[in-house]
C-alpha cells in the first residue's frame, strides 16, 4: 500500500514539476531560448509573497494577485533590456546573460532575507496539511492535489490560447518565423515582451506554490531550474503536455528513489532524466541507419 | 498623387550593395513588372518596400508620407503587403489559421476567408491541413491569400510562379489577372518576360541594383527587355 | 576580383614573435618565484595559475567549440575527489593529484557521447545535471563523510614550507603544459576545424569537418584541466566538501573571467583570469556583493562587449600576441597596423 501512496504523491509532485516547467518550455518554444535564471526568478516570486504575507499578513493566496503581475512585469522589462539584445548576438550569449541574472537574483536575495530556510505554509492554515483520505489507508494532501489541477488547467488553459485566440496565434506564427510574421503584420517585439511576461509569471507562480508545499533558501532557484529542465526534457522540448507527462515521470522517479535511500529523490531524478536522453539517442541512431528491422537483418 | 515613391534608394547585404539608387514611382492602380536576372537586386528591393530590410539611404514615401523608418508590422497596417520568396508560410499551421493571422493586423476591406476562398477556389479543402503539407500551386494561393487578408493598397509579389507546376502557375496568373481588374496596385517579380508583359501595365527592369529600363509595357518590346536583362544596354541608363 | 594581388599567409606577426620571447622569459621567472618572493605572492600565484586553468579550459570549450557548459564543477569536483581516493588508498599525495586528473578525463570520454549529442541550452543544463549527479554520488562514498567532507590528510605530513613551493611548481608546471596544449591544439588542424564548428556546425559538417571528433578533443582536455584545477585547489587548501567543490561558482568564475577577458580569444581568457584574481583579491571579502558584481559584470559584458576586453582591442588595433589563427598581409602594401587583418575566427 505504501507503494500505491508513493506513487500517486510521485504523480502529484509532477504537477507541480509541469507548473515550474510550464513557463522553461513556453519561453523556449517561442524565443529559442533557455532562461538559465528561470529557477531563481521563481524564487524571486517566493520571497515577494513571502514579504508581503509576512508584513501584512494576508494571505499568501491573496499576495498572488499583486506578485503575478509583479513577475510578469519583470519577464517583459527582461526581454525588452536583456533578451532581445542577447539574441541579437547568437545563441550562445543568451545563456551566458540568463546565468549571470541567475548569480545576481540569488546572491541579491541572500544579501536581503540572508540564509534562512522559510516557507509559506505556515501562513495558509491547515491547508498545508490537510490531506483526503481516498481509500482507509492512501491519503492526498489537498494542497498537492490543488498544485496538480491548477498545472493541468494552466498547460490546457494555454495551449487553448494558443490555439483558439488571435494573440495565441500571433505567438506561434512569431514562434515560427519571425521575419514572416512581422511581414503579416504581427508586432514581433510585442509578441516576445509577452510571452516573456507570460513564462516569468508561470515561474513565479510555480516558486509560491514550492513555498506553501515546501521549504524555499534564496539559493534554492537552481535546483528548481533542473527540475523543471528535466521535466521538459523528459517530456519532449517545445510540447505543454509532454510537459506534464515529463514532470509526472519524474516526480514518480523522485519518490521511489526516495523510498530506496534518502538521497535516492535526487540521483533516480537525475538517473531518469540522463537514461531517457541516452534511450532517445539510441532510437534516433537505430532510425537512422534504416530502423530496427534493417539493423536486425545485419547481424550475421 | 503617386501611391508609393521610392526616392534614391539604397540597399545592403553586409558588403554586397544590392540595390543602388532606385527610384520608382507607382499610381494607384497600376500593376509594375520588375524583370531582372537573379542577383539584380529585386527581391531586396520588395523587402525594403515592405519593411523586412533596413535601408541604406533613400525615402520610402507611401500616401504622402515617409514611411522609411516604420518597421514592417507597420507598414503592413498602412496597406503595404509583401507575398515573400519561397512563400514562407506558417508551416506548423493550418491554411485557415495562416490566413486568420494576417487578418488580424489588417486593414478592414473586402477580403476575408470567405472572398480569399473564391478567389482561390482550391484552397476551401484544404483550409484545415498544416500549410507545410500543402503542394507548391495550394501554398502559393495560400500565400497571395495571406497577403490579401490584410486588405492591402499595394502587393508586392515576389516570384509567384517560382518553382511551380505550369498548371499552377496558370491557376494562380487567373486570379492575379481578376485581382487586377479589380483595381489593386501591384508590383511583381516575374522571370518570365512574356507573362510579365502580359500582366503588367508597366515595366521596370533591373540590373546590378539599378533600374536600367523602365516604361509602359504597351511601349517596351520583347527585345528591349532582353537587352536590359543581359546588360546590353548598360549606356543608355544616363 | 579582377586586379592581381598578391598576399602571404603568416600565422606569427614582428609582435607576435616578441611577445613569444617575453613570454619566455616571465615563465623563467615563475618557475624561480619561490626562491624569490614571500610565502603570501606564491600562495596568491598558485592560486592564479589554478584560475588560468579554468579560464582557458572554459575558453576552449565555448569560445572555439561553441560549447557553453555550467558543469565544468563536475570535472572540478571529481579530480579532487579521485585524488582522496587515490591517496587513501596509498598512493602518493602528487602522483594521486594528477592520477585523479586522469581517471576524471578517461570518464569524460564516454560522457562525451551523450553530452555533446546535445545543443546549445540543452548541452548546458545537461552538463549540470551531471555536476549534481557526481556530487550526490560522492556524497554517498563513506570516506567522504557525507556532506562534510574530508582532508587530504597525507597532504598534513608534508612540511608547510616545502608543500607550499610543490604546490607551486606543480600548478605552474600544469598551465603550462595545459595552456600550451590549448594553444597548440588550436593552432593546429583542429583549431580550424573546431572555429569552423563554432561558427556554422551544419556546415562545417557538409564540408567533411569531422564535428564530434573535434568537440571530443576539446571536451576531454577541459574535463581534464578542470579536474587539474580541482586536484591542484585540493591541494592547497587540503580539505574537501562536496558543496563547495562541486558548486556553481566555478561555472560563475569561469564566465566571467572568460566574458571579461575576450571569448574565443586566447590571450583574453589569460587576460581575465588575471582580472579575476584581482578582482576577487580586492573584493573577494565583501562576500555576496561580490558575487552579485560578478553576475553584472558577466551580463554587461555578454550585451555590451561581446568581444570582452581583448577581443576588442585586437579588433581595433588587430594585435595579435600569442596568434592561433591565420592573418593574410598584402605583400604590396604598406604593412600598418591595419594589416594584421582578421583571424579566420569571425
Known sequence: MIWVTQILNGVLLGGYYALLACGLSFMFGVMRIINLAHGDLAILSACLVFLIADTTGISPFVALIVALPVMAAIGWALQRWMLERSLRSGVLVPLLTTFGLAIVIENGLFEYFGADTRSLAPYIGDFAYDSWAITSNIYIGSLAALIFALAVVLLGGLKLFLSYTSLGRSIRATAEDPDTAALVGINTRAIYGIAAAIAVATAGLAGVFLAMRAVFTPYSGPEQLIFAFEAVVIGGIGSLSGTLIGGIVLGVAQTLGAQINPQGFLITGHVVFLAVLAGRLVIAGVRARGGLGALLARRP | ?238 | MSTRRAFVVERWTRLSAGSTIAVAVVLAILALAPLLFDANVVDSLTTLFIYLILSVMWNALAGYAGLVSVGQQAFFGLGAYFAIQLSYYGVGVYPALLLGAVITAVLSLPLSLLMLRLRGGEFAIGMWVVAELARLIVVLDPVINGETGVSMIALNAINPESRRDYNYWMALVAMVVLLAAVFALLRGRLGASVQAIRDDEDAAESVGVRVLAGKRTIFVLAAFGCALAGSLWLATSISFQPRQYFGIQWTAYMIFMVLVGGLGTFEGAILGGVIFFLIEYLFGQTGVWYLVGLGAAGIVFALFLPRGIWGTIEDRFSIRLLPVGYSLRMLRSDPGPGSGAKTPQD
Open chain 2, 1 to 238: 498623387m503617386s501611391l508609393l515613391e521610392v526616392e534614391q534608394l539604397d540597399a545592403r547585404h553586409g558588403l554586397l550593395h544590392a540595390v543602388r539608387s532606385v527610384t520608382l514611382k507607382i499610381a494607384a492602380g497600376e500593376t509594375v513588372a520588375l524583370i531582372g536576372a537573379n542577383g539584380a537586386g529585386k527581391t531586396t528591393l520588395l523587402r525594403t518596400i515592405a519593411g523586412a530590410h533596413r535601408p541604406a539611404a533613400g525615402r520610402i514615401v507611401f500616401e504622402g508620407d515617409d514611411v522609411s523608418a516604420v518597421p514592417a508590422y507597420g507598414r503592413l497596417r498602412r496597406g503595404i503587403a509583401l507575398v515573400p520568396e519561397g512563400r514562407r508560410l506558417f508551416a506548423g499551421m493550418t491554411v485557415k489559421e495562416n490566413l486568420q493571422v494576417a487578418g488580424t493586423y489588417g486593414r478592414p476591406g473586402p477580403w476575408n476567408i470567405d472572398s480569399v476562398i473564391e478567389a482561390f477556389p482550391l484552397l476551401r479543402e484544404r483550409l484545415n491541413r498544416r500549410a507545410g503539407n500543402l503542394s507548391g500551386g495550394e501554398q502559393q494561393a495560400t500565400a497571395i491569400g495571406r497577403a490579401l487578408m490584410t486588405n492591402p493598397k499595394l502587393l508586392l509579389l515576389d516570384e509567384v510562379s517560382l518553382g511551380l507546376a505550369p498548371i499552377a502557375v496558370e491557376a494562380v496568373y487567373r486570379s492575379l489577372e481578376k485581382l487586377i481588374a479589380s483595381g489593386a496596385t501591384i508590383v511583381l517579380v516575374e522571370q518570365d518576360i512574356n507573362r510579365a508583359l502580359g500582366v503588367a501595365s508597366r515595366i521596370a527592369c533591373m540590373l546590378e541594383g539599378r533600374i536600367v529600363l523602365e516604361g509602359r509595357a504597351a511601349d517596351i518590346s520583347r527585345e528591349q527587355v532582353t537587352q536590359a536583362y543581359f546588360g546590353l544596354q548598360k549606356a543608355r541608363q544616363a
